[in-house]
């Protein structure tokens, strides 16, 4: 079956704090790992595309990588700007359908 | 990319009435989808809006109880009907755009609350 699990569940940092957030899968055959962002009460934002092992892909203070077994965004020097929910969504060779994760909740602090 | 708008952005509706969401995209595309998001959760795929034909159903979803139209490239429905407050949820339109990307460009999202 097909899953996503993202790590951890919430990360609280400090202004100029860089870290990264997880998304492990299971898919049967990849098609593409999508990075979103979520604010509070507003759809999902696109941030990333990745489709294969060793991609790397960078806006402004993130960066995604994949490997085939799981994707980091790695957050440099965040702003409290940066404070969001972060999706990670993978597609199977069939296309359509994103099965997403629960999701990373990121707070900066100033 | 696409731009997506939802008709309402939220509503409070009673228990057993019907309850019907629009999704307009600013260009024709092929594929739409509609999604769930509980509260606490994430997104959950209910079903993909097919132009010309009947829209395809994830497991645990079935056509009478989340009926969708999609009348051309840019526009589609989702009724959510004979609600009950386990309906209580976030409903998104997302929309791919040819591009080859598969990237899926999502709506701002109507919050349901059933009483």
């Known amino acids: 079956e097909d899953q996503v699990t993202q790590s951890p569940e919430a990360l609280r940092l400090q202004e100029g704090e860089s870290s990264s957030l997880n998304c492990s899968y299971t898919v049967s055959g990849l098609r593409g790992l999508f990075w979103y962002r979520q604010d509070p009460g507003k759809g999902p934002e696109f941030l990333f595309t990745?489709?294969?092992a060793g991609e790397e892909k960078e806006k402004e203070r993130l960066k995604a990588t994949l490997t085939k077994k799981e994707s980091f965004l790695h957050i440099t020097a965040p702003k409290p700007e940066d404070s969001a929910t972060y999706l990670c969504?993978?597609?199977?060779?069939?296309?359509?359908?994103?099965?997403f994760g629960q999701g990373t909740e990121l707070s900066v602090k100033p | 990319s696409a731009v997506i708008s939802q008709k309402p952005s939220r509503d409070i509706c009673q228990r057993g009435t019907s309850l019907t969401i629009q999704c307009q995209v600013d260009?024709?595309?092929?594929?739409m989808f509609w999604y769930r998001q509980q509260p606490g959760q994430s997104l959950t795929l209910i079903a993909t809006?097919?132009?010309?034909?009947?829209?395809?159903?994830e497991s645990g979803f079935v056509i009478d109880k989340f009926p969708i139209s999609r009348p051309n490239l840019t526009f589609s429905t989702l009724t959510v009907s004979n609600m009950s407050p386990e309906d209580s949820s976030i409903y998104l339109c997302?929309?791919?755009?040819?591009?080859?990307?598969?990237?899926?460009?999502f709506g701002p999202g109507t919050r349901l609350t059933v009483l």
């Open positions: 990745l489709y294969s």
């Open positions: 969504a993978v597609q199977g060779f069939r296309g359509g359908k994103l099965i």
């Open positions: 997302s929309a791919a755009t040819d591009t080859g990307t598969d990237t899926q460009y």
């Open positions: 260009s024709q595309v092929t594929m």
């Open positions: 809006a097919n132009q010309g034909s009947e829209a395809t159903y």
